[in-house]
């Protein structure tokens, strides 16, 4: 993988430096929103500003300390883009964000570098997951075994690229995404192989700070016996569901890819609600009627809580989520057994466990 690098683009590198100004202007077809949104890392903290869009295009300048992960979201879509200090153009159609051309930032050439590599193993594993759906039940444990090794290898690229570039924004925004979605052992993994220098930038203390929680999330840790209100005001002991296996859902009536994934956790759990399994949905609203009316709207029956903390609730907190929707499987005990299942892996989970 080394000698796919460009030395040219290793001079982008995650520290912090006096601020710059970047300029992006989008050109994007069939964007009839007024507004779009922009999150993006300062530097400091994750910050999301409203862009105006006029005749499909729109314009938004920010001064940043470097480069840094930003995500465009719009017609009820994301893409992620890198950007830097400069001018840097976006162009493409609607129907397809994540194809959007971009010109002007070095390091986001360079980011495709690293996904060209991972492009064969996510198209087998994305074939993989399609057969489960539809594949006799004696084939699927083989199929399972072939996806948790695309896994490990998807996993183990990521660290190849990181090794090879431990100061890179690119990589720093790796070992982020691997804290948020994998384990404990493997983000602490990711999070050694960095540089000294990426790990004292505010974004590299703030990933450390993201792992010291994940301990809370480690496979086999048992869930604490916490106690939450329920809509009507009446407290619910997590303790109650021993004896089930139970998928925690944090999720919030203002969460956009919460609510759309709320039809997916509402199929799974009609299909298994009567194979020893419910949902407990951990709600990060501090608003009671939103709350009270996403429950209605999306239709879900399941037990919810939320001591309306918003984004301080205290089971998040004590489990370090940042960002949702996020998920913690429990088995009978309320010990973990797997985390941030959603989509199709929620699916394959649980005929894993109930289909035998």
């Known amino acids: 993988m080394k000698s796919i690098l460009i030395s040219a683009l290793l001079m982008v ?32 903290e994750f910050k999301i500003d409203t862009v105006t869009v006029k005749d499909e295009k729109f314009a938004w300048s920010q001064m940043l300390n470097g480069p840094t992960l930003a995500m ?10 890198f950007i830097e ?9 609607v129907t397809a964000p994540d194809t959007l051309q ?24 994305d074939s993989i997951i399609e057969h489960l759906s539809r594949a006799p039940e004696n084939e699927k444990p083989k199929l399972r075994l ?22 890179n924004i690119v990589s720093l925004i790796l070992v982020l995404q691997l804290a948020n979605n994998e384990g404990y052992d493997t983000a602490l993994k990711a999070y050694n192989l960095l540089s000294n220098a990426a790990r004292s930038t505010n974004l590299g203390k ?35 569901f021993r004896g089930k296996y139970v998928y925690i859902d944090f999720w919030a009536s203002w969460c956009i890819p919460c609510r ?8 799974a759990y009609q299909k298994h609600k009567d194979s020893n399994f419910t949902v407990v949905g951990v709600s990060l609203d501090d608003d009671l009627s939103s709350w009270k009316r996403a429950i209605k709207q999306d239709k879900m029956p399941w037990t919810m809580v939320s001591d309306l903390k918003g984004k301080m609730n205290e089971i998040a907190v004590f489990f370090g989520i940042t960002g949702i929707p996020s ?13 941030d299942l959603v989509g199709k892996d929620l699916h394959n989970k649980l005929d894993e466990l109930f289909d035998k």
């Open 260 to 267: 759309a994934e709320n039809p997916n956790v509402l199929k």
């Open 102 to 125: 971009v010109t002007g930032s070095k390091v986001n050439d360079y980011s495709r570098t690293l996904y060209r590599k991972l492009d064969d193993l996510n198209k087998k594993r």
């Open 13 to 44: 590198i995650c520290l912090e430096s006096n601020a710059q100004q970047v300029n992006v202007q989008g050109d994007i077809k069939g964007l009839t929103e007024n507004k779009i949104s922009i999150l993006y890392h300062n530097g400091t």
């Open 146 to 167: 072939k996806e948790a090794a695309l896994d490990s290898e998807i996993i183990n690229r990521k660290y190849t690229f990181i090794k090879a570039d431990p100061s």
């Open 206 to 240: 703030q990933i450390k700070d993201d792992i010291s929680f994940l301990t809370n999330k480690r496979i086999g840790v048992k869930m604490p016996d916490f106690v939450q209100n329920d809509p009507n005001g009446n407290p619910v002991n997590f303790a109650s």
């Open 85 to 93: 200090p400069g001018l840097i153009k976006l162009k493409g159609n």
């Open 327 to 339: 998920t913690l499987l429990l088995d009978p005990e309320g010990k973990i057994i797997a985390t």
């Open 72 to 81: 465009l979201r719009f017609a009820n879509q994301s893409t992620q883009i």
